[in-house]
C-alpha cells in the first residue's frame, strides 16, 4: 500500500498569509511516461463532505479559487493557499489514485491565528 | 444536478449488520466507480472498496474483506455498501464517492479524484 504522510497535523495562519501543506508518498506516484502525478488535494469543513480542490498535483478544479495551487512531483507534494480567508478554515487531506488500495493523507487543519 | 443521496442514519448493535444506499442522478450512472470512504468522528478518511455499476465488480480493502459488500441496481441507479459483523470501531460517517471508471493501458487506478461525493451516512454501532 502507498502510506501518504502529511505534515504538518495543524497550522495557524494569520488572514491575508500563506499556508502551506506537506504530503509525502512512500512510492512515487509519477507514471513517467505521460508525467502525470496520481495526486489530489481535498478540503473538508466541518458536517461535510470532502470536496476536490485539485487533481493531477497542480489542476484545480472548476471554481476553486486561484489562491489554492498545488505543487511537487514523484512523491513529494504541497498545497499552498496564497492568502488565507476566514473560509479557507478546514482540514486538508491528499490522497493518491495511482494505486489500489487508494490511499489518504491524516489530514492538516488549517485554523487563523 | 450531478448528486449521489446515502440513505439515512443507523443505529445498529454490536454483531449486527448494516447497509448503506447511494442513489445517483445527473449522470450516466455505469461511467463512473462508486468508492465507499468512512470517517470516524475527527479522525480521517479511510478508503472501504470500489464497485464498478457497469460490471458489478469490486475490490475491496484488505481490512474490511470478508465483511463487506458492495452491489448494485443499476434499474433504479442505486449502490449499496452492506457490512457485518459490526462493533464499536465501526462507528463512523460512511460516504460513498464518484470517480470515472478507467480501464486503458496505463496501470494506473484512476484517471482522476472523487469528484462528487454523497452527503454522509451516520452508522453508530451501540449495545
Known amino acids: 500500500d502507498i502510506v501518504m504522510t502529511q505534515s504538518p497535523d495543524s497550522l495557524a495562519v494569520s488572514l491575508g498569509e500563506r499556508a502551506t501543506i506537506n504530503c509525502k508518498s512512500s512510492?512515487?506516484?509519477?507514471?513517467?511516461?505521460?508525467?502525470?502525478?496520481?495526486l489530489a488535494w481535498y478540503q473538508q469543513k466541518p458536517g461535510q463532505p470532502p470536496k476536490l480542490l485539485i487533481d493531477?498535483?497542480?489542476t484545480r478544479q472548476s471554481g476553486v479559487p486561484d489562491r489554492f495551487s498545488g505543487g511537487g512531483s514523484g512523491a513529494d507534494f504541497t498545497l499552498t493557499i496564497s492568502s488565507l480567508q476566514a473560509e479557507d478554515v478546514a482540514v486538508y487531506y491528499c490522497?493518491?489514485?495511482?494505486?489500489?488500495?487508494?490511499?489518504f493523507g491524516g489530514g492538516t487543519k488549517v485554523e487563523i491565528k | 444536478q450531478v448528486q449521489l443521496v446515502q440513505s439515512g442514519a443507523e443505529v445498529k448493535k454490536p454483531g449486527a449488520s448494516v447497509m448503506v444506499s447511494c442513489k445517483a442522478s445527473?449522470?450516466?450512472?455505469?461511467?463512473?466507480?462508486i468508492n465507499w470512504v468512512r470517517q470516524a468522528t475527527g479522525q480521517g478518511l479511510e478508503w472501504m472498496g470500489w464497485?464498478?455499476?457497469?460490471?458489478?465488480?469490486?475490490g475491496y480493502a484488505q481490512k474490511f474483506q470478508g465483511r463487506v459488500t458492495m452491489t448494485r441496481n443499476t434499474s433504479i441507479r442505486t449502490a449499496y455498501m452492506e457490512l457485518s459483523g459490526l462493533t464499536s470501531e465501526d462507528t463512523a460517517v460512511y460516504y460513498c464517492?464518484?470517480?470515472?471508471?478507467?480501464?486503458?493501458?496505463?496501470?494506473?487506478?484512476?484517471?482522476?479524484?472523487?469528484?462528487?461525493w454523497g452527503q454522509g451516512t451516520t452508522v453508530t454501532v451501540s449495545s
Open positions: 512510492q512515487s506516484v509519477l507514471y513517467s511516461s505521460n508525467n502525470k502525478n496520481y
Open positions: 464497485m464498478n455499476p457497469n460490471s458489478g465488480n469490486t
Open positions: 445527473g449522470y450516466t450512472f455505469t461511467r463512473y466507480d
Open positions: 493531477w498535483a497542480s
Open positions: 464517492a464518484r470517480i470515472e471508471a478507467y480501464d486503458g493501458a496505463i496501470p494506473v487506478a484512476y484517471q482522476y479524484g472523487v469528484d462528487v
Open positions: 490522497q493518491q489514485y495511482y494505486g489500489i488500495p487508494l490511499t
